[in-house]
């Protein structure tokens, strides 16, 4: 038995998100991939993901690894090509690596790096209009860095979690959060040891609401405080968000 | 009468180029914004552009200004707004200026400024790929930076000339020359007085071969004395190229 794992990169605005929909026959990353591997392996291959994208979400460094019996792509670089070369044009295996037999992607995974990207100007630019969400209102970019700051450690994060993911515990930290301007683009890298359902795009949608002055900066420390999804900002849209780097 | 000045942005995808075909029915940038514009000020508008676009070159800052005889739009944001109300997503009017009557935006442009991505990796980032140029081989960018530094200056650009397009000179000058490495990106800057018809591809496919190995970076200097389309590289294709600015 060999293990492998694969680094992937897609485009989310085609797809039900990452992982195969057991309820319906949408269309997802794990779907093309799993049937491509199945077909080079000549073995049905069942992809183990690391981290679940909502429709529409996209990836940079998504990751998934497989189990398989037989070893014919010895050179990782060739199956990196061959994968490539059957998948649709939007999802792209970036790396591939042997792992041990044990490697998990999801379990082993120690931290995640997203970004998410919003075009603020009266008009945005069509190049980034698929991975972008364009606000068209002067936001207040210094209100934001100042609001980032109170979610940087470790917190109940219960505030900033969408209804649906059932989690153990809603406690997780966030190791790093960096707001750039350039242009009149405002970036944003959060990086964490893991994030709750719409964690990132809750946290987006109150950023944004402080950049508008609905919300005060200070008032992140009580929002989070308050464990209540009401008291934070709305769920950004899927199509800004980008999983970057996985780290294990 | 009244002379506005516009700034676009566009994703050259699905246009035939900037400039309204006569021969042809096919989709311009140009047709969508004069029937836009036109339906606007409710009189025939015609653009007169500053620089026409190849099919599939994009821009983030092309400029056109056109005639008019009415001023319904005093107020340039609003004319900004509706405009981009109107046309299709991926054509967007960044800005609006009112200008002296005169101004012609074509001939007064001073300069322009051109960029060109290169993915270079085995792999190509699918949020790019609409407006990146995947090289597979990785290629030597200290070469190519060295290549580049003897196309600055005023230069016989002949042998970077597309068979198409009649100009009184073929002399150039450019004023800027910058290569820069991302990641798996090499973004190419060029700056200048005038292009000629195809230009900036030629001498960015003429950099790949270098970046190959297949041209010494100082052959470049034999390549511009030749005076030669045959001696220089092939023409880069026109999804990886962005007309990102021009001066006045």
Same mark, same amino acid.
């Given at each position: ?24 026959? &949408?269309? $997802? ?6 049937? !491509?591997?199945?077909?080079? #392996? ?11 994208? &909502? ?8 990751? !998934? ?49 997203? %970004?998410?990207? @919003? ?21 207040? #970019? ?13 917190? &109940? #994060? ?10 153990? *515990?809603?406690?997780? $930290?966030? *190791? ?6 350039? &242009? ?10 893991? #994030? ?6 809750? @946290? ?5 609401? !402080?950049?508008?002055?609905? @919300? %005060? ?6 929002? @989070? ?24």
């Amino acid at each position: 038995m060999f293990n492998t794992k694969l680094v992937l990169a897609y485009q989310g605005t085609n797809y039900c998100g990452f992982q195969i929909q057991t309820k319906s026959q &949408d269309p $997802t990353v794990q779907y093309h991939l799993d049937k !491509v591997l199945s077909s080079l #392996f000549n073995e049905e291959i069942k992809t183990i993901l690391c981290s679940r994208t &909502d429709s529409g979400v996209h990836a940079n460094g998504q990751v !998934v690894n497989f189990i398989h019996s037989s070893n014919k792509f010895t050179e990782q670089r060739r199956l990196v090509l061959a994968l490539n070369a059957h998948l649709p044009y939007d999802i792209r295996v970036l790396e591939s690596e042997s792992m041990y037999l044990d490697f998990h992607a999801r379990y082993h995974a120690k931290g995640k790096l997203y %970004s998410y990207l @919003i075009d603020n100007a009266i008009a945005n630019r069509p190049l980034t209009n698929s991975f972008s969400y364009h606000v068209h209102k002067k936001l207040d #970019f210094e209100k934001m860095v100042i609001a980032s700051k109170y979610l940087i450690g470790t917190h &109940d #994060f219960s505030s900033f979690k969408g209804s649906q993911g059932a989690t153990k *515990t809603t406690v997780r $930290t966030i *190791t790093r959060f960096d707001l750039t301007l350039d &242009d009149q683009y405002i970036k944003i890298q959060v990086e964490g040891n893991g #994030f709750l359902y719409n964690m990132v795009r809750i @946290i987006v949608g109150t950023l944004i609401h !402080v950049g508008m002055g609905k @919300i %005060s900066p200070e008032a992140i420390k009580d929002i @989070i405080e308050a464990k209540d999804r009401m008291k934070a900002g709305p769920t950004a849209p899927a199509k800004g968000l980008i999983l970057e780097k996985i780290y294990y």
